[in-house]
């Protein structure tokens, strides 16, 4: 297919239609919102379903319903939006069912503005709502990583039976770039024969959250983290540039501000500076152990964020007292620009 | 036909902006003019363009940030560079201007029934971003007017005559203006190819020969029209150059290449 | 031998856990009649709510999920666009469908989503130990309003048939009690009739059954009666609502 130019958020909405995605539930926020207009469009063409809801909390628990009834389903928003998210969320976590949430974060706290923010991304990997869980938080860096994203997003729902997080911002929303679709091809999932599709020929199937005895609880508990352990050990996904030759600094950041460091490492490097990049793609599980290893070769690390500092707090956790770990962030919706990171890294060098 | 190259004789080039072939249709031009299309098409990075070489033919101009559908990506993100280069600015007060409020300023009245400046809307996409003309239209100078409909080939819902009639269409009746011009700008950033934008020439031909109306001009970015070796159009060409940037690419941008600032 | 009273099909073998004379019981036993009698059990799939029902699934012999305080409705909705196929019904009490759960249920109405409401009102939250709902009478006490519901502070209870029928979408509505055989035999053509709409792909259909909770109420369970008697039927009359047009009749008007 010829490639096209598209929006983050249309082409988004494009590869979860190709990956199966027919049945989308919604509520609109900016600036997200043409994930679900484009969708309006598209899902009659296609013989699938749009609906806009009257709120998150309801759209979350539409989820839930589809999900337990097999179906391929999902849902976008932007960080307010996805707060309301959480209680369904650690219900479809805590009741094993497969589904794609899509956050297109904006600036927070509160209302907030508009404008890019990665200001969710504690919500995102830590669990988010209550209780013990966690989501796969997967985060593209372009338009056509998100495209890519997408299907392997519902894989790896269905197959671990969770909710999976696609965590963008505004800019990966909102910029045009030029994609294309591929085929993905992923092995042959399990049937979804718990799901609540009629008893005919079957013992009863029922989706719950609720154990009373804490027993069962516990087992549930230690289920869903036998689970998180295995995304460890088979889902981790990180990009790397430049760590193939001798480097000072270590640059850790994702999604946009993954961006903004790769001009700045080319800036970098004309001064005379040799730098490396670690870009986290899944943020949960997080690359732990090969942030340790890169920042081993490096003086220090320096993670640039939109935010005061969140994903710093797992960088730091994988690289302990071995390095200093540094943190840039810029927030309110400004994108750090090449230049500050640029004078971040000569400033920390300088001491 | 004219043949012209890039380096053709009737180009005219100032403050990045070139114009090629366009001396008959700046003679023709009305003081109103208005940019719309499909969602994405790329009206406000020429609307921007547009109104910086009407400026700099020393004319008097302003810009109206019309887009009520677009979060980011505005041209009011322009404003610095319009600013000074003497493009009269109609934005919303700077406190609101990054959100997501429908923000029609008041002066646009004012600003179309001025005879003594030159127009130019810059206007949401699609028929739902179209708008907020129909409430403008009660204004608009008689004729002395033109509206272009921004055309990239490869955007969604724009790739055949049939989309482009239907867009056109639903353009007009929410606007309640009608499309005077086609403007071609296929492209696909930094991966735009000649055949991408001979793709949309040829749509742009089969429109109008549909639609009957002409096509205005074809809108190139400058790094991709250095590529190629020669255009030769019977259409003038505007040689953009890309102002509403992301983050990243700002500052490798604020070269040489730049508007003096 | 002649078998004349026998657990319906669509009910599994359990005891349940409710109360002595708490009509959740009769209410349950009422829905896999009609489940039954109609054949709908192996295409149903009910939503249990939060509140005493939260077990339901325990008690019924088909598919069920269990959703969060009030959600049931967005839960049927997403089951129903996914699956239409599927006979689908939520199973709420008044806290959770009239106080945390309004927005899902007026607008699952306001859409009409083809499922089926069973709406147990019993002026009260049972589950938490009997504090106000939205549908606890004038100068009931509970244990947040100890000095009975002062409509002053807190304004009247709130009829959600009524509240309901005042949109135009849903098309079946009706109030019913089961606190007499009389009561439980209309309870049951009115679920019937509310599952054959959704069989037939007619509406979103709606059946309030005022209820007893002797327990949070403090009452015997015949007092209990007696009180849903003297003060909740004046104020929630048993009534049908609004019932889709027969084809017939609409073509004759
Ligand atoms: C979000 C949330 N808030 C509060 C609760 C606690 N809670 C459980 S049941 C209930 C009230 C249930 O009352 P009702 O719906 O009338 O059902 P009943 O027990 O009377 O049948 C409440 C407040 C909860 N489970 N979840
Ligand atoms: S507390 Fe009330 S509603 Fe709950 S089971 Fe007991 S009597 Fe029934
Ligand atoms: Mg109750």
Redesign the interface.
């Known amino acids: 297919m010829a490639k096209v130019l598209m929006k983050g958020n249309e082409a988004i909405a494009e590869s979860a239609v190709r990956a199966g995605g027919l049945l989308y539930f919604g509520y609109p926020i900016t600036p997200q919102s043409e994930i679900g207009e484009y969708l309006a469009r598209r899902m009659p063409e296609v013989g699938g379903c749009f609906l806009q809801i009257e709120s998150e909390v309801a759209v979350a628990n539409l989820l839930y319903g589809a999900a337990g009834a097999g179906a391929r389903v999902w849902t976008s928003s932007s960080s307010p939006g996805i707060s309301l998210m959480m209680e369904g969320l650690s219900y479809i976590a805590a009741a094993e069912l497969p589904c794609v949430v899509v956050n297109i974060a904006r600036c927070g706290p509160g209302l907030g503005g508009i404008l890019p923010s990665q200001g969710d991304y504690l919500q995102a990997v830590k669990g988010g709502g209550h209780g013990d869980y966690h989501c796969l938080v997967l985060a593209p860096s372009s338009v056509q990583e998100a495209v890519d994203l997408m299907p392997l997003a519902f894989d790896r729902a269905d197959r671990y039976r969770n909710p999976v997080i696609v965590l963008g911002d505004g800019m990966i929303g909102q910029m045009m770039e030029p994609v294309e679709f591929k085929e993905h091809n992923f092995p042959p999932l399990p049937p979804k024969d718990w799901a609540t599709t009629g008893c005919k020929g079957r013992k009863p199937n029922v989706i719950n959250s609720l154990y009373l005895d804490p027993v069962e609880e516990e087992k549930l508990n230690f289920k869903l983290a036998a689970k998180y352990e295995e995304m460890k050990r088979k889902e981790i996904r990180f990009e790397e540039m430049e760590t193939d030759k001798p480097y000072q600094v270590l640059l850790v950041a994702y999604g946009t501000t993954a961006r903004v460091c790769k001009t700045a490492m080319q800036r970098l490097r004309a001064d005379g500076i040799n730098t490396a990049l670690l870009r986290p793609i899944t943020l949960f599980p997080f690359p732990e152990d090969r942030v340790y290893e890169l920042a081993q070769r490096a003086e220090f690390v320096l993670t640039v964020e939109m935010s005061t500092g969140q994903m710093v707090e797992d960088v730091r956790l994988a690289v302990g007292r071995t390095r200093p770990v540094y943190f840039y962030g810029r927030t309110g919706g400004i994108v750090p620009s090449p230049e500050e990171v640029v004078e971040t890294v000569k400033n920390h060098l300088r001491r | 036909m004219s043949r012209i190259s890039a380096t053709g004789s009737s180009e005219v080039t100032v403050n990045g902006v070139r114009w090629i072939n366009a001396e008959e249709f700046f003679a023709g031009l009305g003081r109103v003019n208005i940019f719309v299309g499909g ?2 098409s790329g009206k406000s990075e020429v609307a921007v363009n547009f109104s910086l070489s009407l400026a700099a033919r020393g004319q008097k101009v302003s810009i109206a940030d019309l887009d009520i559908v ?4 505005r041209s009011r993100a322009a404003r610095a560079v319009l600013e000074k280069n003497g493009v009269g600015l109609i934005l919303p007060p700077v406190e609101i201007m ?3 409020l429908p923000l029609i300023q008041p002066e646009i009245a004012g600003a179309l029934k001025n005879a003594t400046s030159r127009l130019v809307l810059d206007i949401g996409g699609d028929p739902v971003g179209a708008k907020v003309l129909a409430s403008l239209v009660q204004w608009l100078p008689g004729d002395d007017y033109n509206c272009f409909l921004v055309l ?1 080939s ?4 724009s790739g055949s005559v049939l989309e482009v009639e239907k867009l056109i269409a639903g353009i007009e009746q929410s606007s309640g203006v009608g499309i005077t011009h086609l403007v071609i700008n296929s ?3 930094e ?1 735009t190819e000649r055949a991408v934008i001979e793709e949309g020439i040829e749509l742009g031909k089969a429109v109008s020969k549909k639609t009957a109306k002409p096509i205005g001009f074809v809108a190139i970015e400058d790094r991709i029209f250095e590529k190629l070796a020669t255009v030769d159009l019977p259409y003038p060409v505007l040689v953009l150059h890309r102002l509403l940037l ?7 941008k604020l070269g040489p290449r730049c508007f003096k600032l | 031998m002649r078998v004349i009273f026998k657990r319906p099909e669509s009910l599994s073998d359990r005891i349940t856990h409710y109360c002595p004379g708490c009509t959740h019981g009769v209410i349950h036993r009422l829905i896999a009649e009609v489940l039954d009698e109609l054949g709908l059990r192996e295409r149903a799939v009910g939503i249990a709510p939060v509140g005493c029902s939260v077990l339901a699934f325990n008690y019924f012999n088909f598919d069920f999920q269990q959703a969060a305080h009030g959600r049931a409705p967005a839960v049927a909705t997403g089951i129903k666009r996914a699956r239409p196929d599927l006979i689908v019904f939520t199973y709420q009490g008044d806290g959770d469908l009239a106080s945390i759960g309004m927005s899902e249920i007026i607008h699952a109405a306001n859409r009409g989503e083809k499922f089926t409401v069973v709406f147990i009102n019993n002026a009260i939250y049972g589950m938490t130990g009997g504090q106000m709902a939205p549908t606890t009478m004038p100068g009931q006490v509970t244990t947040t309003s100890p000095r009975g519901r002062d409509v002053q502070d807190v304004g009247y209870p709130i009829r959600m048939c009524e509240l309901l029928a005042s949109l135009k979408t849903p098309a079946f509505i009706e109030r019913v009690a089961v606190h007499n055989p009389r009561q439980v035999i209309n309870a049951k053509r009115a679920l019937k009739e509310a599952f054959s709409l959704q069989r037939d792909c007619v509406c979103f259909s709606f059946v309030e059954l005022l209820s007893t909770c002797p327990t949070n109420w403090g009452f015997s369970p015949y007092q209990a009666t007696k009180w849903l008697e003297e003060n909740m039927l004046p104020y929630y009359p048993v009534q049908n609502f609004k019932r889709p047009e027969k084809k017939g009749e609409k073509d004759a008007g």
């Open positions: 969602y994405g677009n979060p980011y990506f990054e959100s997501d990239n490869r955007r969604p819902f492209h696909l950033i991966e992301k983050p990243w690419e700002e500052n490798e």
